[in-house]
């Protein structure tokens, strides 16, 4: 518990810088999410609410005192002979009384208190690897925000390019049928992709705001425009993994991952609440003590003062309760069986998903490089249409359909890279070894001021 602890202090000891007005960067809008997300906000409280387990379980074992007051007033009535085989009599008498008292009861053999005190270590370190995950997500979900409005301000430009290119395609065709050279079925194919282009412009002017307002929603605070949001640089070289090994990256999420952790510890915990019913059966043996002072406490003993130390054990055993406690352990019998199943599934998924990112780390690689040729040979395209126009070998409209080519590597490039960010992220996050260390060097990649 000590490494998942260290994991806890590490997410949360940056906290609480000022977000510029002037620009938003990836670790600006995680500190940002760290206080205002309410997501994680209630994770920090479940948290909270988990650790006190510890405490519960413990009280199992602990001694419990008690103390007891009463103060009352007494009005009796006494008849009956005044000695043996005397004459009746008859007496009132009004008197207060007090009694007082501290009692000490400390387990000495107790099973359940036993299975209770290991099932509230559980819970807690449930709980405490429940917030690790919660943590490493908030992260993700930081990341995923940031990029997804990154690539939708990307697809933006891609289509309103594509429209200024179908627009000059409108002119031309007009002036080629105007010429005589050209169809009016030209022109009206440039029309209907142009109107197309435009609607697809509103689309993507919807998809930049509600990516804007999902992170806006996560950081907790207002986003003045989507072009003060940093972007990524356009040197970004993709992080090699170390080790490349996939058993490697297998073996870690096996062995640190947070769900992983979660399942195992819940299979401790309902392996202790089927200890915890089943030894209803047992006996239990107490250390009983006590202190108690009473002050005319009946009216054989009316302005009587008595004083009593006691101290014993104290057996209880079991005989019959109706069959509830076999009911209840083999309940919790049928649980601890299926926490096992559910960890074997948990296990299953976490595999599929490393070999999922890991796959994408190692294929986003060589995408990105390719990527990176295309766009490279995209703007020499656009530069020689450029001399040809001057030369009046090429037309506007040869130019456009170069930069909507550049413009749509440019924007393949982009995603490449932003799905490499957050493949390489996850795969972190599965091998249970994402840290701030991470998110920090990811968002030295985003352009500075």
């Excluded at 998942?4 to 202090?9: D, E, F, T, V």
């Amino acid at each position: 518990m000590i490494v998942l602890k260290r994991h806890c202090i590490l997410f949360l000891c940056i906290a609480s810088l000022a977000m510029p007005a002037s620009a938003l960067d990836l670790l600006t809008a995680y500190d940002a999410a760290l206080s205002n997300d309410p997501t994680f906000r209630s994770a920090i409280k479940e948290n909270e609410a988990g650790q006190a387990n510890r405490m519960i379980g413990r009280s199992a074992l602990m001694p419990k005192v008690s103390g007891t007051y009463t103060q009352q007033a007494n009005d009796s009535k006494v008849n009956g002979p005044a000695y043996t085989n005397g004459p009746y009599t008859t007496f009132s008498e009004a008197y207060p009384s007090t009694n007082g008292g501290v009692n000490v009861t400390l387990p000495l053999f107790n099973l359940q208190a036993i299975a209770q005190y290991r099932q509230g270590m559980a819970q807690a370190n449930q709980s405490q690897a429940k917030f690790l995950y919660q943590t490493q997500d908030l992260l993700v979900r930081v990341a995923q925000a940031y990029t997804d409005l990154l690539y939708a301000q990307d697809q933006l430009r891609f289509i309103q390019k594509q429209k200024a290119a179908y627009q000059e395609q409108i002119k031309v065709n007009t002036r080629t049928f105007e010429l005589g050279e050209g169809t009016i079925t030209d022109k009206l194919e440039s029309l209907s992709a142009y109107e197309l282009a435009d609607a697809q412009v509103i689309e993507a002017e919807s998809d930049v705001e509600n990516t804007k307002r999902k992170l806006e929603a996560i950081i907790g605070q207002p986003i003045s425009s989507v072009q003060t949001v940093k972007k990524l640089q356009t040197g970004f070289k993709p992080t090699a993994l170390d080790p490349t090994a996939f058993d490697f990256w297998k073996d870690m999420a096996l062995a640190s991952n947070p769900e992983i952790m979660m399942g195992q510890f819940q299979i401790e915990s309902a392996r202790q609440e089927y200890l915890k019913n089943n030894s209803a059966h047992s006996p239990t043996v107490n250390f009983i003590a006590g202190w108690n002072v009473q002050k005319s406490n009946f009216v054989s003993s009316i302005y009587q003062n008595s004083n009593t130390t006691s101290a014993g054990l104290q057996l209880s055993l079991p005989i019959f309760s109706g069959g509830e406690t076999q009911g209840r352990a083999a309940q919790a019998a049928a649980n601890y069986e299926k926490s096992k199943a559910d960890l074997d599934i948990a296990k299953e998924r976490i595999i599929t998903e490393v070999r999922k990112q890991y796959d994408a780390v190692s294929s986003g690689q060589r995408r990105i490089a390719a990527l990176q040729r295309a766009v490279e040979s995209a703007t020499e395209l656009t530069r020689a249409m450029r001399s040809s126009v001057r030369g009046g070998v090429r037309i506007n409209l040869d130019i456009l359909v170069a930069e909507k080519t550049l413009a749509t590597a440019q924007r393949d490039l982009a995603q490449a890279k932003y799905n490499f960010v957050l493949a390489y992220l996850k795969l972190k996050q599965q091998a249970g070894n994402l840290t701030l260390e991470d998110l920090e060097r990811t968002a030295l990649n985003f352009q500075k001021d």
